[in-house]
């Protein structure tokens, strides 16, 4: 997935063809073209597409035939048929044929789900285990914290969703890395934006809002806004999980941020907002909580470099990966 996304990053230019084309081609002639075009990053996007169409494919049968076969098939799936997969197929079996989805349909979901899903998710983890890392307090103190809670068995769900430190290092991890950093809309209408802080122009004059007219390309800045010290306080580009453990400096308080996810633009807003912030939120507590209970993460030798694609993602001379001195923790009192 990392790659795939590095390859439409390094094909930046060419990409600004694909609306065009989308419009004026048939899919099986833009397939039909890739093979030919001389562009190598082309060859792996397609490659990998495919890869990841093949998955979704098998998962997709596996689920379909699992359905069919009743109930007890169905139990030994994953998700025991509460994923969102089965539960689109079982809706799409009562629908009717013209709100049906297609089985293409069904499987682009899917793609978009795990290309949407996957690197977000895996790049905030490997933030946080790199920030607990470099800040072995806190580290220990987060495995107090889950160690403690869940000192008679399994986390619940809701204990865990409430647990102060896990939630506010996901918070401060999500806030100051946004795996995606900036997100683009286009404005269906004619608008006057507000300028939070106005600027001054090439004649000197002041301007305090920008005319947006309908079709403009608006790219969102999801890291500035963010990590802008006007908002967060002088601190804003510090790693620092304890500023959710008190009340946010009135600056951000106050500040009117259409995100999903409480006066952050991580996940953005909107009607177009990520539909699995709360799925990406509870997965990545739970193998957070998991870790730092049973091992201990440190910092390496290694200088890893944080390399934009579409998220940061770290590597080490080069390969997609994040070394750390990894140990296990002894519980024994
Ligand atoms: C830390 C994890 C995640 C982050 C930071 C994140 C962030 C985002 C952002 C910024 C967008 C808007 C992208 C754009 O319009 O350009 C988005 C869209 C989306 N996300 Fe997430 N996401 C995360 C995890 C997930 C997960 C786990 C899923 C699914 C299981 C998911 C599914 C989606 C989908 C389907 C969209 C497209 C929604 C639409 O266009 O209507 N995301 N996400």
Redesign the pocket.
Same mark, same amino acid.
């Given at each position: 997935m990392k790659q795939l996304l590095f390859a439409a990053k390094r094909m930046m230019i060419p990409m600004q063809l694909l609306p065009f084309l989308l419009r004026t081609t048939p899919a099986r002639l833009r397939r039909w073209m890739i093979p030919i075009l001389p562009i190598r990053d082309l060859q792996v996007a397609k490659k990998l597409v495919d890869v990841m169409d093949e998955n979704s494919r098998s998962i997709l049968e596996g689920k379909q035939a699992a359905i069919a076969r009743g109930d007890s098939a169905i139990l030994e799936q994953i998700g025991r048929g509460k994923d &969102?997969i089965s539960l689109l197929i079982r809706a799409a079996e009562k629908s009717s044929a013209e709100d049906r989805l297609s089985e293409e349909e069904l499987r682009g979901?899917m793609n978009?789900?795990m290309f %949407?899903?996957?690197d +977000? +998710?895996s790049? !905030?983890m490997s933030r946080i285990l790199h920030e607990l890392a470099h800040h072995m307090d806190v580290q220990e103190q987060l495995r107090k914290e889950v160690t403690q809670a869940a000192a008679h068995g399994d986390l619940e769900y809701d204990v865990l969703n409430k647990l102060p430190l896990l939630e506010a290092i996901c918070r401060e991890t /999500?806030r100051l890395y #946004? #795996? !995606?950093i900036t %997100? =683009?809309?286009q404005a269906t209408r004619d608008t006057v934006l507000p300028l939070g802080i106005p600027m001054t122009g090439k004649d000197g004059t002041t301007i305090t809002e920008v005319v947006v007219p309908k079709g403009t390309i608006v790219h969102v800045g999801?890291k500035a806004a963010n990590t802008r010290c006007s908002l967060w306080g002088a601190d804003a580009l510090q790693w620092k999980p304890e500023r959710w453990l008190n009340p946010l400096p009135s600056a951000i308080a106050d500040a009117d941020i259409p995100g999903v996810y409480p006066k952050l /633009?991580? $996940? &953005?807003g909107g !009607?177009?907002?990520? &539909?699995?912030?709360k $799925? !990406?939120?509870i =997965? &990545?507590k739970v193998q957070l909580a998991i870790l730092v209970k049973g091992f201990r993460f440190e910092v390496s030798d290694k200088k890893v470099a944080w390399k934009l694609g579409q %998220?940061e993602a770290p590597t080490f001379e080069g390969k997609h990966m994040l070394p750390m001195v990894v140990s296990m923790v002894s519980h024994d009192a």
């Open positions: &969102i979901q978009v789900m %949407a899903g996957t +977000t +998710t790049t !905030a /999500l #946004p #795996p !995606a %997100a =683009s809309r999801i /633009l991580t $996940f &953005i !009607a177009r907002g990520c &539909i699995g912030y $799925f !990406a939120e =997965s &990545i %998220a």
